[in-house]
Nanobody, 119 residues
Framework: QVQVEESGGGLVQPGGSLRLSCTAS????????MAWYRQAPGNQREMVAL???????KYSDSVKGRFTITIGSARNTVYLEMNDLKPEDTADYYC?????????????WGQGTQVTVSS
């Protein structure tokens, strides 16, 4: 499996901003979809945002207009810019990647990064 690592979580006040980063460390991986999910205590993991082929984006209704997903120039890094954060955005955020590595499909998850929105 391709190693995936997230960073950028932390504590922020309501209305604040955070930027999450996720990097897939494998030079042979060709990534087609990179996504951010989140899981709050007691809740199921839910999709927050995804980007396909570096162009097509999709957002959950709860974050549309506040969060933006982009990929880096090397196309192995995905960012999640989160603005106007709300307490209900508090969760562990996970990065997921899909694609191919040497002709075989890959689907990998990171370990997660915690985001807490609180005054």
């Amino acid at each position: 499996q391709v190693q995936v690592e997230e960073s950028g979580g932390g504590l922020v006040q309501p209305g604040g901003s955070l930027r999450l980063s996720c990097t897939a460390s494998d030079t042979y991986a060709i990534l087609t979809t990179m996504a951010w999910y989140r899981q709050a205590p007691g809740n199921q993991r839910e999709m927050v945002a995804l980007i396909t082929d570096g162009v097509t984006t999709k957002y959950s209704d709860s974050v549309k207009g506040r969060f933006t997903i982009t990929i880096g120039s090397a196309r192995n890094t995905v960012y999640l810019e989160m603005n106007d954060l709300k307490p209900e955005d508090t969760a562990d955020y996970y990065c997921n990647i899909e694609g191919q590595r040497l002709g075989r499909p890959i689907n990998s998850w990171g370990q997660g990064t915690q985001v807490t929105v609180s005054s």
